[in-house]
């Protein structure tokens, strides 16, 4: 129960004994407006659905909310997210996760990897090494980190960095559904790898009601080829 409605609907109740109408009246204008604007108000979903120029849908964008509020206080830390080496290739290729997040890089192929981001949101490299975890890296500043290995230079992979529990990447049809969402205003964004830091992400204003909220965004470029993983 949230505190703040359980005291609107007390002093309703107090207020019963004089003014029936009116008090009755006001709790339920509140109640409207808190289930409106309340960011603790019962969970939503939003389904996003994304397209290139051509009009295909678009694959590997990241959906992301940032409520108008704010984002909640005390949130439960995020597991750690888990980037793979795997088929000569970074899987999975784009990861989005919360700022403050740990992300570990298990090499799942018999063949020596390197990790290298070069990007300002987080720098940093693990050097070559076979079979094996190191030890898991905390992305602690928003914004795009491009994974590299300068080993194999076929191997691009992408971790995407955002304040807010809410977002999602969309899939092959290019929809993303972000679940467990408070009703309230969001700013909602769309970031595409091929934007890279050059092209701010695309934004629009969008109100969280009860339900599922549907929203579009259109891309106006066609996603670049990805270089297959070379045959070892
Ligand atoms: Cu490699």
């Not at 207020?15 to 109640?31: D, E």
């Not at 063949?111 to 975890?133: C, D, N, Q």
């Not at 969001?186 to 909220?213: C, F, K, N, V």
Request: aromatic letters at 8%; hydrophobic letters at 40%.
């Amino acid at each position: 129960m949230n505190p703040a409605r359980g005291r609107n609907r007390r002093t309703g109740g107090a207020n019963r004994v004089g003014h029936a109408p009116l008090a009755t009246l006001g709790s339920a204008l509140l109640g409207v407006l808190i289930g409106i604007y309340c960011p603790s108000g019962p969970a939503a979903t939003l389904t996003a659905t994304t397209s290139d120029k051509t009009g295909a849908p678009l694959a590997d964008v990241v959906i992301y909310l940032e409520p108008a509020a704010g984002v909640p206080a005390d949130l439960p830390a995020e597991p750690d997210a888990v980037v793979a080496q795997e088929g000569m290739q970074f899987v999975p290729y784009l990861t989005t996760i919360r700022v403050g997040t740990r992300v570990s890089f298990p090499n799942r192929d018999n063949m020596e990897h390197h990790v290298k981001s070069f990007s300002e949101a987080k720098p940093f490299e693990l050097k070559i090494y076979s079979a094996g975890t190191p030890a898991p890296i905390t992305f602690d500043k928003i914004g795009m980190v491009g994974l590299n290995c300068l080993l194999h230079d076929w191997m691009r992979g992408f971790i995407y960095v955002v304040d807010t529990p809410y977002f999602a990447n969309t899939d092959r049809t290019g929809v993303a559904t972000v679940v467990d969402l408070p009703e309230g205003k969001y700013e909602a964004r769309a970031w595409h790898p091929d934007m890279s830091t050059y092209i701010a992400p695309l934004t629009q204003e969008i109100t969280i009601g009860p339900g599922t909220t549907s929203i579009r965004f259109g891309f106006d470029f066609v996603p670049r080829k990805r270089k297959p993983p070379h045959p070892v």
